[in-house]
């Protein structure tokens, strides 16, 4: 059974960290693009970071640049998304996704996603 399970989320102050984790099971998982996303309540979801498949290329959305680190480790088949500076806008259930042939960060070229990990930031 293919899988994408996020852990890490939970309530932290302004300019506090979080480190979120997505591990992946039932799929070849160094073949895959991997991304973050994140969707805050009445908005639509939005890109906040993505990783190649070997690590090669890293991109981030402008808002969380500086900020997030996004790494995996394709050993543990998991991703991570180092959260630091946070802010009250940060506030949203982040999703991991993987793609299998789009370097892309567009939410329609991730095939398999996650069910979401609440993150709350307190101002």
């Known amino acids: 059974q293919v899988q994408l399970v996020e852990s890490g989320g939970g309530l932290e102050q302004a300019g506090g960290s979080l480190r979120l984790s997505c591990a992946a099971s039932?799929?070849?998982?160094?073949?895959?693009?991997m991304g973050w996303f994140r969707q805050a309540p009445g908005k639509e979801r939005e890109f906040v970071a993505r990783?190649?498949?070997?690590?090669?290329?890293?991109a981030y959305a402008d808002n969380v640049k500086g900020r997030f680190t996004i790494s995996r480790d394709n050993a543990k088949n998991t991703i991570y998304l180092q959260m630091n500076s946070l802010k009250p806008e940060d506030t949203a259930i982040y999703y991991c996704?993987?793609?299998?042939?789009?370097?892309?960060?567009?939410?329609?070229?991730?095939?398999?996603w996650g069910q979401g990990t609440q993150v709350t930031v307190s101002s």
């Open positions: 996704a993987a793609a299998i042939s789009k370097w892309s960060e567009a939410p329609y070229a991730y095939n398999i």
């Open positions: 039932g799929l070849s998982f160094s073949s895959y693009y």
């Open positions: 990783i190649a498949r070997t690590s090669s290329m890293i």
